[in-house]
C-alpha cells in the first residue's frame, strides 16, 4: 500500500498508585466521560500547552519512554510505521529518527488543533516528505488492513471511547507477523512509589495543570481518573491476547509509572474481531 496516498486533512497543516479494581471496558466505567466530542474538545483546548505540560510534569522523562518504545520494537526499513492517536507527533517524530528516514511514518489522531502542532513539529524536523499526519477516528482507522509494520500508540487508547474497538483497529492495520507497541500510563508497582505517586496525581497533578494550562474540561483531573480505570499490567496483556495477539510481553518503566505493552499479530491471519463500521 502507498501510504502517501492516505487522505491529509486540509484543515490543518502525563499520572497515580495503587488501586484494587481493574476494568476491562473503561469506557463503560461511570464516572468519566469519555465521550469522542467531550476528548476532542479537551485536546484541543490544551494543544497549545500539550507538550509543555507533558515535559514539565513528567520532568523530560516522557522523552525517554518514547525512545525506549521506538527501541523495543524498531522500524522495518521500507515498511510503513503507524502511530495511533499521534497527537502532537512525538511518537512519529521519534519513529521518523529511529527510521533514518528508510520508513514512512503515518500519524492519526482526530483533534486537528493537535495535529496541526504537530504538523508544525514535523516541518521544523525537516520530515514533512516521510510523515503524514491523518485526522481520524482511532476506532475506525484510514488504512487498510495487514499496512503496517509497526503500529504504535502512546497514552491514546486510554482515551478511546471502546477499547476493545480500539485494539482491533490497532490489530487490523497491521501486517502479519508486525507489532503493536501500547505506550501507556501505569500503576507504579512499589507501595511506597505508588502511595507518593497517587497523592501527586490526584491532588498535584490537576492543579499545576489548570493552573498552566486553563480548559474547562478539567482534563487534568481526567487524565489521573482515566488511568486508574484502565487494564494495568497483567489485565492489559490478557486483553491483548484475547483480540489475537501473540508474544505479549510488558516493559514497565520508571518503577511502573508508565508501561510499554508489545504484542506481534500472528503471521498466519488474526483471530480477531474486527471493528465493524456504523452503517451510514
Ligand atoms: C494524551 S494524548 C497523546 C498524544 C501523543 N501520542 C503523545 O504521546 O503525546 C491523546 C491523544 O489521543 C487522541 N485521541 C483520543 N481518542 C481518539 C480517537 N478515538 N481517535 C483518534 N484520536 C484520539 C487525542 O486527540 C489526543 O491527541
Same mark, same amino acid.
Given at each position: 500500500?502507498?501510504?502517501?496516498?492516505?487522505?491529509?486533512?486540509?484543515?490543518?497543516?502525563?499520572?497515580?498508585?495503587?488501586?484494587?479494581?481493574?476494568?476491562?471496558?473503561? +469506557?463503560?466505567?461511570?464516572?468519566?466521560?469519555? =465521550?469522542?466530542?467531550? /476528548?476532542? $474538545?479537551?485536546?484541543? =483546548? *490544551?494543544? $497549545?500547552?500539550?507538550?509543555? @505540560?507533558?515535559?514539565?510534569?513528567?520532568?523530560?522523562?516522557?522523552? +525517554?519512554?518514547?525512545?525506549? !518504545?521506538? $527501541?523495543?520494537?524498531?522500524?522495518?526499513?521500507?515498511?510503513?510505521?503507524? #502511530? %495511533? %492517536?499521534?497527537?502532537?507527533? #512525538?511518537?512519529?517524530?521519534?519513529?521518523?529518527?529511529?527510521?533514518?528516514? &528508510?520508513?514512512?511514518?503515518?500519524? !492519526?489522531?482526530? %483533534?486537528?488543533?493537535?495535529?496541526? *502542532?504537530?504538523?508544525?513539529?514535523?516541518?521544523?524536523?525537516?520530515?514533512?516528505?516521510?510523515?503524514?499526519?491523518?485526522?481520524?477516528?482511532?476506532?475506525?482507522?484510514?488504512?487498510?488492513?495487514? !499496512?503496517?509494520?509497526?503500529? +504504535? /500508540?502512546?497514552?491514546?487508547?486510554?482515551?478511546? +471511547?471502546? &477499547?476493545?474497538?480500539?485494539?482491533?483497529?490497532?490489530?487490523? /492495520?497491521?501486517?502479519?507477523?508486525?507489532?503493536?507497541? *501500547?505506550?501507556?500510563?501505569?500503576?507504579?508497582?512499589?507501595?511506597?512509589?505508588?502511595?507518593?505517586?497517587?497523592?501527586?496525581?490526584?491532588?498535584? @497533578?490537576?492543579?499545576?495543570?489548570?493552573?498552566? =494550562?486553563?480548559?474547562?474540561?478539567?482534563?487534568?483531573?481526567?487524565?489521573?481518573?482515566?488511568? @486508574?480505570?484502565?487494564?494495568?499490567?497483567?489485565?492489559?496483556?490478557?486483553?491483548?491476547?484475547?483480540?489475537?495477539?501473540?508474544?505479549?510481553?510488558?516493559?514497565?518503566?520508571?518503577?511502573?509509572?508508565?508501561?510499554?505493552?508489545?504484542? &506481534?499479530?500472528?503471521?498466519?491471519?488474526?483471530?480477531?474481531?474486527?471493528?465493524?463500521?456504523?452503517?451510514?
Amino acid at each position: 500500500m502507498n501510504v502517501s496516498s492516505l487522505p491529509e486533512s486540509q484543515d490543518t497543516g502525563t499520572m497515580e498508585g495503587q488501586v484494587p479494581t481493574e476494568s476491562r471496558e473503561p +469506557s463503560a466505567v461511570a464516572g468519566v466521560d469519555k =465521550s469522542d466530542r467531550r /476528548v476532542q $474538545r479537551m485536546f484541543a =483546548s *490544551i494543544a $497549545r500547552r500539550y507538550d509543555l @505540560l507533558n515535559h514539565l510534569l513528567s520532568l523530560n522523562i516522557d522523552k +525517554s519512554w518514547r525512545t525506549f !518504545t521506538t $527501541r523495543t520494537v524498531p522500524p522495518e526499513p521500507g515498511v510503513p510505521v503507524l #502511530d %495511533c %492517536c499521534t497527537g502532537t507527533a #512525538d511518537l512519529a517524530l521519534a519513529y521518523d529518527r529511529a527510521a533514518r528516514g &528508510t520508513s514512512p511514518i503515518v500519524g !492519526t489522531d482526530f %483533534c486537528r488543533e493537535m495535529l496541526e *502542532i504537530g504538523r508544525n513539529k514535523v516541518h521544523k524536523a525537516g520530515a514533512s516528505d516521510r510523515v503524514t499526519l491523518v485526522e481520524g477516528d482511532a476506532r475506525f482507522l484510514p488504512a487498510p488492513d495487514d !499496512t503496517f509494520g509497526v503500529v +504504535s /500508540v502512546a497514552f491514546g487508547l486510554r482515551n478511546v +471511547s471502546n &477499547t476493545v474497538q480500539g485494539v482491533d483497529e490497532l490489530v487490523r /492495520v497491521t501486517k502479519p507477523g508486525g507489532k503493536v507497541a *501500547i505506550l501507556e500510563f501505569s500503576r507504579p508497582r512499589g507501595r511506597l512509589l505508588g502511595r507518593l505517586y497517587l497523592a501527586f496525581f490526584r491532588h498535584v @497533578l490537576p492543579r499545576i495543570g489548570q493552573a498552566l =494550562s486553563p480548559n474547562d474540561d478539567a482534563a487534568y483531573e481526567y487524565l489521573p481518573r482515566s488511568v @486508574l480505570e484502565f487494564p494495568d499490567g497483567q489485565a492489559m496483556l490478557d486483553l491483548l491476547a484475547e483480540r489475537g495477539l501473540i508474544d505479549l510481553k510488558q516493559h514497565p518503566l520508571t518503577g511502573g509509572i508508565a508501561t510499554l505493552y508489545v504484542g &506481534t499479530k500472528p503471521a498466519t491471519g488474526p483471530s480477531i474481531a474486527v471493528a465493524a463500521r456504523p452503517d451510514p
